[in-house]
């Protein structure tokens, strides 16, 4: 079974700080996706990366960055944390023939 | 207009009734179809895939695609409450690497 671990099901942070969410895949996909899910407002897809230190700006870029220094490794990073980032965070791969699998998510409150 | 809408719900039914999700969608070229069961506090997983258009049946869940009227469809049959969540359609246009469409969600409820 592919298995897409991320490092924290729940974080809160203060608004301005940094904040990294790490996710890790284990079946060696290329493709890898970082979502936020609101209410009301579905999926929308931040940033996703087609291969080791590609990135491509989704529909939701501002304020986020993101790392893929290694292939079962992709970071999504909070520059500076503001409360309109509170939301659940969804990492996926893809597992070929645009299938995802889907991490737990991350919960991230920013005070 | 959202290239993939779906009706948020939230959908309520009893234990064993049959349950229809539908998603509808603008873009001719879209070429996969899938749904997505999401519990509560945790990631979407794959329920049903299709391909192009026409039926594919799992148990008791049926995925439906018609292309001549832009229509997704998730039917569960004998519904229990095991499968109250929310449910997500998903769509794609070929060889764009996981870069899915998805519609709002539908929350189901199946009340013992």
């Known amino acids: 079974d592919v298995k897409v671990t991320q490092s924290s099901r729940y974080l809160v942070k203060r608004t301005g700080e940094k904040v990294f969410l790490e996710c890790v895949q284990d079946?060696?996909?290329?493709?890898m996706f970082w979502y936020r899910q609101d209410p009301g407002l579905g999926l929308r897809l931040i940033y996703f990366?087609?291969?080791?230190?590609?990135?491509e700006k989704g529909d939701i870029p501002e304020g986020y960055s993101v790392s893929r220094e290694k292939k079962e490794r992709f970071s999504l990073i909070l520059e500076s944390a503001s409360t309109n980032q509170t939301s659940m965070y969804l990492c996926?791969?893809?597992?070929?023939?645009?299938?995802?699998?889907f991490g737990s998510g991350t919960q991230l409150s920013v005070l | 207009q959202k290239e993939v809408e779906q009706d948020p719900g939230p959908l309520s039914v009893p234990e064993g009734a049959i349950v229809s999700l539908n998603c509808t969608y603008s873009n001719s070229a879209f070429q996969y179809f899938m749904w997505y069961r999401q519990y509560s506090r945790k990631g979407p997983e794959l329920l049903m895939y299709?391909?192009?258009?026409g039926n594919k049946e799992d148990g008791r869940f049926t995925a439906q695609v018609d292309k001549s009227s832009k229509y997704i469809s998730l039917f569960i049959r004998d519904s229990q409450p095991s499968d109250s969540a929310t449910y997500l359609c998903?769509?794609?246009?070929?060889?764009?690497?996981?870069?899915?469409?998805f519609g709002q969600g539908t929350e189901l409820s199946v009340k013992p």
């Open positions: 996926a791969s893809e597992g070929g023939r645009e299938k995802l699998f």
């Open positions: 990366s087609y291969d080791v230190k590609m990135k």
């Open positions: 998903a769509s794609s246009i070929y060889n764009q690497g996981g870069k899915l469409i």
């Open positions: 299709t391909y192009s258009s």
């Open positions: 079946m060696d996909h290329e493709n």
